[in-house]
């Protein structure tokens, strides 16, 4: 007989440790699935979605795992990171790359799995004038080596 569990996940943090609220994750059966984007339905048609709360916390409902005890897989796939604030702007952490494992049992209602939201890295502004500089000193120097 199959049951159903409700599971509290315990996950999502930043590079310095802090909880995140507003990550949203879609659940799959399988790895594969977790890939195609072919997430586990709830009651009412739709893919669950779990969103952490401020305290780094999410609810599931409904999650199914064997009456023998023996764990089932199940997948989580970032759909929205969490947002922060920079130099007064709203920016986004990058989301995850690829889909998180979790292993659900009848004694298993809390799973613990870290999650780290990275923020993009910025890099430099590249080009425009100081770049054009050197390229024009450059081919001189070619032009003058070649004469």
């Known amino acids: 007989m199959i049951h159903q569990v409700l599971v509290f ?8 440790n ?3 609220a507003n990550a949203k994750f879609k ?7 977790a890939l195609a984007g072919t997430f586990v339905k709830g009651t009412d ?8 709360a401020a305290d780094g916390y999410a609810t599931i409902n409904g999650l199914a795992y064997e009456d023998d005890g023996t764990a089932r897989d ?7 990171s969490p947002k922060y604030e920079e130099n007064g702007e709203t ?7 690829a889909p998180v494992k979790v292993s659900v049992s009848g004694t298993s209602h809390t799973v ?5 939201n990275r923020k993009p890295i910025d890099l430099p502004l590249t080009g425009g004038i100081g770049t054009a500089i050197f390229m024009v000193a450059g081919i001189v120097c070619i032009v003058i ?3």
């Open 74 to 80: 199940y997948w989580l796939v970032e759909t929205e």
């Open 18 to 20: 802090t909880n995140l």
């Open 145 to 147: 080596a070649k004469s």
């Open 91 to 97: 920016k986004a952490y990058m989301l995850l790359t």
């Open 45 to 52: 048609g739709n893919d669950i979605e779990a969103t952490t």
């Open 27 to 33: 659940i799959a059966t399988s790895e594969a699935n």
């Open 9 to 16: 996940l315990n996950f999502v943090v930043n590079a310095e």
């Open 112 to 116: 613990d799995v870290r999650v780290v």
